[in-house]
Every structure is written in structure tokens, then in C-alpha cells.
């Protein structure tokens, strides 16, 4: 059992990592991959949100929609869910952590849309896992695309130091950037788990 939720995790987070092998979540993967600490800190509201959210949509698909079912409002439902799960966030962060919930600025209400939670909790049905399973796979999930985010955010902070033709500066590095990353995930792939 924890064997199998290890390779779930490891499989979430490197082997098939949101942002860099599913392509999901991007646009604040690229927005917010300024600095290191404002890449952590959205590191650290998508593990919350993603994490929550996976264990909240199991409950409700497997409690409710199935058993009625209602199978077919699932992606409504799983919105609906995230969104009240961002405005914790965002109030949390509000109160609490000033500096960074100005740091993330419109980004943080962008996990609401941001389609690497809905894609987790979507895929947690559609692999019917369980309870312990889904939010193994939602942390594992939120746990590479916080690596992923934090490596970009290094990568550019150097980068910005650095001379760069003027016609990669911005968005081109950026994007050279994240998919080199993408091809350096690529070798996690003769893992055998």
C-alpha cells in the first residue's frame, strides 16, 4: 500500500509533471516564475489548493455525484470546489501573509482557472483512486509543479543577469527555458518504479 502510493507521488510530481510534461497550469508557471520566494509562495497555495481539492472532489464524486448518479456535473462540481478553496487561500494570504499575496497579485485568483487542479482531480476519477490515493496524487501532483516553478524562477533570476539577445529577451528565454526544463524531466522517465 505505501509502495504503491510512493510510486503515485513520484509519478505525479517527476514522471509526469503538470507544467512540463502535461502542459497544464502555465500561465502562472510563466507569470509568477519572477524570483524564487514569489515562486514558492505559489508553490505553496497550489500544494494547499491542489491537495484540499483532490480529497474534497473524491469525497463529493464518490458520496454524492456517483451514487445519484449525477456523474456529469463532475467538472462543475470540482470548479465550484476549487473556487471556494482559493478564496481561503486568498483571504489566508490577505491576512496573514501581506507581501506575498501582493506579490502574486492577479495570479492567485487565477488558480481558480488554473486547469492543473481541475486536471488532477479529473484524472483522479478517471484513474479511480481512492480517498488515500487522490490526495497522494494531488500532493505529488502540487509538489512538481512547485519544483518545476521555484527551477524556473532560479533559472530567470540568473538569467536576468546575464546578456541575452535582444531578440530572446522575455517571453522567447522564458519559453526556451521551460522546455529544456521539459526535456531534462524527460530523463525521469527510465525510472523504473
Known amino acids: 500500500m505505501i509502495k504503491d502510493l510512493l510510486i503515485i507521488a513520484v509519478t505525479a510530481a517527476l514522471l509526469n509533471n503538470v507544467v512540463l510534461s502535461q502542459f497544464l497550469g502555465l500561465c502562472s508557471f510563466i507569470g509568477v516564475s519572477t524570483n524564487t520566494k514569489t515562486a514558492a509562495g505559489m508553490g505553496g497555495a497550489v500544494c494547499f489548493v491542489i491537495t484540499i481539492a483532490s480529497a474534497v472532489a473524491n469525497l463529493l464524486y464518490d ?45 492567485l485568483p487565477l488558480i481558480t482557472t488554473n486547469c492543473a487542479v481541475l486536471g488532477v482531480a479529473l484524472k483522479n476519477v478517471l484513474n479511480k483512486y481512492d480517498m488515500a490515493q487522490s490526495v497522494v496524487c494531488g500532493l505529488g501532483t502540487a509538489i512538481g509543479y512547485t519544483i518545476a516553478i521555484i527551477i524556473l524562477a532560479g533559472i530567470r533570476e540568473r538569467i536576468a543577469n546575464n546578456p541575452v539577445p535582444e531578440s530572446f529577451k522575455g517571453s522567447p528565454i522564458v519559453l526556451i527555458t521551460a522546455a529544456l526544463m521539459a526535456i531534462a524531466f524527460m530523463g525521469f522517465a527510465d525510472l523504473n518504479l
Do not use: D, N, S
Open 63 to 107: 458520496l454524492i455525484l456517483k451514487p445519484l448518479k449525477l456523474e456529469y456535473l463532475q467538472t462543475i462540481v470540482f470548479i465550484l470546489v476549487i473556487a471556494a478553496l482559493v478564496q481561503v487561500v486568498e483571504m489566508f494570504l490577505k491576512k496573514f501573509v501581506p507581501a506575498l499575496y501582493k506579490a502574486l497579485g492577479v495570479y
